[in-house]
């Protein structure tokens, strides 16, 4: 191969201003780390109000709910991306629109927004699946003990559901990191989008990609290593995940 | 809100549309589908083998390719195609990969760790009677894998597998990245052409809408339909 290797190159100055090209690409781990975490709390949120409805035995609720995971799981993210981005602002009253094209920062808001609706009906699914998997008679149970169904929910079937399904939502995390990387469609120089404009710069780019891959690595050994031992914690003896 | 809609940019792109980008985004994820699941049942096979060594590299490779967004993988190979075929055909340049090739190579290669996976669970489902009465019968592995075990642990498997390819379907969208018309990438032009986005945009969605609804319908049905009483 007659590339040019050059590891050095990530102490030199990048053409952007703000440092080296070290700089370059830690700001763009940065701001992968921020979107991921504020997807995450979104997808979290919305996802389980819809796993919850899905289960509910009213038809109304789980068809809602229904339509909801089909709407964002059969769209392309970077689809759903362009649409928030692009689409949104023409369809808004113009008011609204010229808000939202002035907005500061526009590709971050609608890069968390739009990741965290999309694996938002991911985390549906898999709190459903809890949900599902529990022994009927713990919701038998909870009503013949007289409570609600908000209550059933509350102290019995969602802290036990949410328990199980902390493996699985570990992997759908992880993938909300990933997905990050589909906001450089947006401009949002995240740490994909970091290591792209740093191979245009300096045309290193397989230093370049290899520095985000390491990154990227690492961003998931500490999340696995971390989720262990929350996992552990958490764990429900008698069931898959505990002892 | 739809007063200055201009829906006729549809009508007058559609043959560019479909024949053009659908036909690609289709042939990419028909072929990659196919290389994928080819590539990950030898993987899945590589990992469930005696040999530890071989075991641990497909295992490691896996690891690897599920921890990196796709469009990070897009763009390794992206550009290291080129040099991997110059080094292979031995030119003295990076060879031209075209467009189709190089995202055929990515695909293939980035969907094999996830069909793998799939597969390892498939052949793992399979009860240990199964081989062992085939290698009772005198069977050797490979006609133990061919005609016992792998038909079984495909047909286990193939709601996830199809499930998967509908996840593929929607993520060749991502070849946008290094602009490569596929079906998204086609719309995207004429959108940018046209100065024209919101339809564009809003007939893509639909159409991919259309397809993955229909596709996981009938996957369901398929489901429901070839599942085995045990």
């Not at chain 1, 590339?3 to 781990?29: C, K, Q, V």
Request: contains cysteine; glycine residues 8%; proline residues 4%.
């Amino acid at each position: 191969m007659n590339y040019h290797w050059n590891w050095r190159i990530f102490w030199e100055p990048a053409p952007d201003g703000t440092g080296t090209y070290l700089d370059m690409l830690l700001s763009g781990l940065l701001v992968t780390i921020e979107v991921a975490i504020c997807a995450w709390i979104i997808a979290l949120a919305f996802g389980s109000v819809v796993g919850v409805l899905r289960t509910l035995p009213s038809k109304t609720a789980s068809g809602i709910g229904f339509a909801y995971v089909e709407f964002f799981r059969n769209m392309p993210l970077l689809v759903q991306l362009f649409l928030w981005f692009f689409v949104l602002p023409e369809l808004l009253p113009s008011a609204w629109g010229l808000w939202m094209k002035q907005l500061h920062n526009a590709p971050f808001y609608t890069a968390a927004i739009g990741i965290g609706l999309f694996m938002s009906a991911r985390v549906a699914e898999q709190l459903r699946a809890g949900i599902g998997s529990l022994p009927r008679g713990q919701k038998l149970a909870a009503t013949a003990l007289g409570l609600t169904t908000a209550q059933t929910y509350r102290y019995v079937l969602l802290p036990i559901a949410f328990r199980i399904i902390m493996p699985p939502l570990t992997s759908e995390f992880l993938n909300t990191v990933k997905n990050t990387s589909v906001a450089i469609t947006i401009s949002l120089i995240e740490l994909t989008g970091a290591a792209r404009s740093m191979q245009e710069f300096s045309f290193q780019v397989f230093e370049a990609f290899t520095a985000a891959t390491l990154l990227y690595l690492m961003i998931n050994v500490v999340v696995v290593i971390a989720m262990r031992l929350i996992e552990r914690g958490l764990a429900i003896p008698g069931y898959i995940s505990g002892k | 809100m739809f007063a200055n809609f201009d829906f006729d940019v549809i009508r007058r792109s559609l043959a560019y549309l479909f024949l053009d980008g659908m036909t690609f985004t289709l042939m990419l994820t028909g072929l990659a589908g196919l290389g994928g699941l080819v590539f990950g049942t030898l993987i899945a096979l590589m990992r469930l083998s005696r040999f530890r060594l071989m075991g641990h590299i497909a295992g490691l490779y896996v690891d690897l390719i599920r921890s990196l967004p796709l469009v990070l993988v897009i763009f390794w190979f992206y550009f290291l195609v080129p040099y991997v075929g110059q080094w292979l055909t031995g030119a003295s340049r990076p060879i031209h990969v075209g467009a189709f090739a190089s995202s055929l190579v990515t695909f293939v290669m980035f969907e094999a760790a996830y069909f793998s996976e799939i597969m390892r669970a498939g052949i793992q489902s399979i009860s240990k009677g199964q081989p062992a009465a085939a290698q009772a019968l005198g069977l050797t592995y490979s006609q133990t894998m061919r005609y016992v075990v792998l038909p079984q642990a495909f047909r286990n498997m193939l709601p996830v597998l199809l499930t998967q390819t509908i996840v593929l379907f929607q993520d060749t969208s991502l070849v946008y990245v290094v602009s490569i018309p596929d079906f998204l990438g086609a719309a995207s032009k004429v959108a940018q052409r046209d100065g024209r986005l919101v339809e564009m945009y809003l007939f893509a969605a639909v159409v991919y809408f259309a397809i993955s609804s229909f596709a996981s319908f009938g996957v369901r049905r398929l489901q429901s339909r070839i599942a085995i009483v045990r």
